[in-house]
């Protein structure tokens, strides 16, 4: 199934300087941006994107570091994208995200760390969990016309 998903580069991997490097990983895959763009959130934004950890603990410290930076929103479309997004990224807590995700290749931070410090876990990238999750975040993040139907030179010729 052809899906689309949301990634946002977090403000800990826009300051890294980690634009590239995480936008190249989609790419070499064959996945495909239809929309990006650099912006910076506000806490009744930050309410909506993470309705669903409103009540848990660590919600104040996630919407500290989310509002910190500006933060580099894009879809991302191809097939299953939402599972081989995920998976590309890694798990949620650096420490023991498997080495070759993003992840767990450009973070090491642990859960115990971050609580300890009062702060979330900076883990670098969002990636939208499941298929309705991406459905609800790609109409949140990005507009219609922020939004282009092309084909990558893989689709337009056979290789
Ligand atoms: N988070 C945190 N502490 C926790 C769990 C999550 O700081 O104990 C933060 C972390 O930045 C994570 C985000 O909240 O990426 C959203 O949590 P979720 O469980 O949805 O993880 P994700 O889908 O981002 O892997
Ligand atoms: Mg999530």
Same mark, same amino acid.
């Given at each position: 199934m052809i899906e689309q998903t949301l990634v946002l580069i977090k403000p800990d991997g826009v300051k890294r300087g980690l634009i590239g490097e @995480?936008?190249?990983r989609f790419e070499l895959r064959g996945l495909k941006i239809v929309g990006i763009k650099m912006v910076r959130v506000d806490p009744d934004f930050s309410k +909506?994107?993470?309705?669903a950890h409103i009540d848990k603990k660590f919600y104040l410290g996630l919407e500290?570091?989310?509002i910190s930076g500006p933060i580099v929103a894009m879809?991302?479309?191809g097939i299953d994208a939402v599972e081989v @997004?995920? +998976?590309i990224v890694g798990s949620t807590e650096p420490k023991g995200a498997d080495v070759g995700t993003i992840r767990g290749d450009y973070a090491h931070t642990s859960y115990g760390h971050a609580d300890e410090q009062g702060k979330a876990i900076e883990?670098?990238?969002h990636a939208?969990?499941?298929s309705d999750e991406a459905k609800q975040e790609v109409a949140l993040w990005f507009s219609i016309d922020e939004l282009h139907s092309y084909k990558l030179s893989h689709e337009e010729h056979t290789l």
């Open positions: @995480v936008t190249k +909506k994107h993470y309705a500290k570091f989310i879809i991302i479309e @997004v995920r +998976k883990n670098l990238i939208s969990g499941n």
